[in-house]
Nanobody, 118 residues
Framework: QVRVVESGGGSVQPDGSLKISCVAG????????MAWYRQAPGHQRELVAS???????VFAEFVKGRFTISKETAKNTMHMQMNALEPGDTGNYLC????????????WGQGTQVTVVG
């Protein structure tokens, strides 16, 4: 079992910025894909962004140009810088680690709350 822990959420006014982080326990492997999902009350969980072991990232259309991802592979850590936040970005942001090799795994953290209100 891999422990996944998020941090850095909070409350911010519209057009503000936040940086959230995710640390996964243990070693990193080339098959790892780390991702951010978010879930707001009454809404389905949705994929926000993902980054693979080699640093290639993919973003949902609704955050392109506003959010960026950085990764510290040696520390199995991922950061997401969120700029120009909108009320619609409010939700619980969950970190996910998917791994296929050397053994398959799908690991989730508890999430960190991001609230955009002003």
């Amino acid at each position: 079992q891999v422990r996944v822990v998020e941090s850095g959420g909070g409350s911010v006014q519209p057009d503000g910025s936040l940086k959230i982080s995710c640390v996964a326990g243990g070693n990193a492997f080339q098959s790892d894909v780390m991702a951010w999902y978010r879930q707001a009350p009454g809404h389905q969980r949705e994929l926000v962004a993902s980054v693979n072991h080699f640093g290639t990232s993919v973003f949902a259309e609704f955050v392109k140009g506003r959010f960026t991802i950085s990764k510290e592979t040696a520390k199995n850590t991922m950061h997401m810088q969120m700029n120009a936040l909108e009320p619609g970005d409010t939700g619980n942001y969950l970190c996910n680690l998917k791994r296929t090799f050397p053994s398959a795994g799908d690991y989730w953290g508890q999430g960190t709350q991001v609230t955009v209100v002003g």
